[in-house]
């Protein structure tokens, strides 16, 4: 069955580090779609990157960046020069197969404290 | 605002009743997801539509119940509420089943008392 593990509960980072948030998945599939959502105290849900199963590259979005292996089945997101506005929870979600619907699987989740 | 409406932003109803949560997708966006977030259980997927005909269930209460209308809005029905539906209920939207371009709403925080 697919899943996704998010082993960090909660993070610390000083401003203006980089700070690298893990991400593991299980799928058969072979073709998914890695997300990562921002979760600030609001409660919204705000979407950061995507990586496609069959993207080369890593995905990179402004300050994030997602560091993609395949074969390890790892989606980590990076964030650099963290700022006190990123301060929320992360979570790491997956796209199921097509002939699912297209629902997404989440992990539990990271809390991100940044400090100045 | 991400184009996603969700009404109302704050519920707060008795054990035993029954409450109707409203989704209205991005314009042009055919399919609706809708997810529960809870302390215990984290979010799931409850329910997705495509163009008003159900595509996929998760683990929905068979008390839960959904639809999506004519005009694409969405509605979950929740009744005979128990303590432990208290939760943040989300919907999503996307123009078809396998685009990644998900947007959700802000949510709806549901308190039972």
């Known amino acids: 069955a697919q899943k996704i593990t998010q082993t960090q509960p909660g993070m610390f980072v000083q401003e203006k580090e980089a700070v690298t948030l893990d991400c593991t998945y299980d799928?058969?599939?072979?073709?998914?779609?890695l997300f990562w959502y921002k979760q600030p105290s609001s409660g919204e849900m705000i979407f950061l990157i995507y990586q496609g199963s069959y993207d080369e590259q890593n995905a990179t979005e402004g300050r994030y960046s997602l560091n993609f292996q395949k074969a390890r089945k790892s989606a980590n997101l990076v964030i650099s020069a963290s700022q006190l506005g990123d301060s929320a929870m992360y979570f790491c979600?997956?796209?199921?197969?097509?002939?699912?619907?297209?629902?997404?699987?989440f992990g539990q989740g990271t809390e991100l404290s940044v400090k100045p | 605002d991400s184009g996603v409406t969700q009404t109302p932003k704050h519920l707060i109803t008795a054990t035993g009743q029954r409450v109707t949560l409203r989704c209205s997708p991005r314009?042009?966006?055919?399919?609706v997801y809708w997810y529960q977030q809870s302390l215990d259980q984290g979010l799931q997927f409850l329910i997705h539509?495509?163009?008003?005909?159900?595509?996929a269930k998760g683990n929905i209460l068979e008390r839960f119940s959904a639809q999506q209308f004519p005009d694409l809005h969405s509605e979950l029905n929740l009744s005979s509420l128990e303590l432990g539906d208290s939760a943040l209920y989300f919907c999503?939207?996307?123009?078809?089943?396998?685009?990644?371009?998900?947007?959700f709403g802000s949510g709806t925080r549901l308190t039972v008392v």
């Open positions: 799928t058969s599939d072979q073709s998914y779609g």
């Open positions: 314009s042009g966006d055919l399919s």
């Open positions: 999503a939207s996307s123009v078809d089943m396998r685009t990644y371009g998900y947007t």
């Open positions: 979600a997956m796209r199921e197969g097509d002939n699912q619907g297209g629902k997404l699987i």
């Open positions: 539509y495509y163009n008003g005909e159900e595509r």
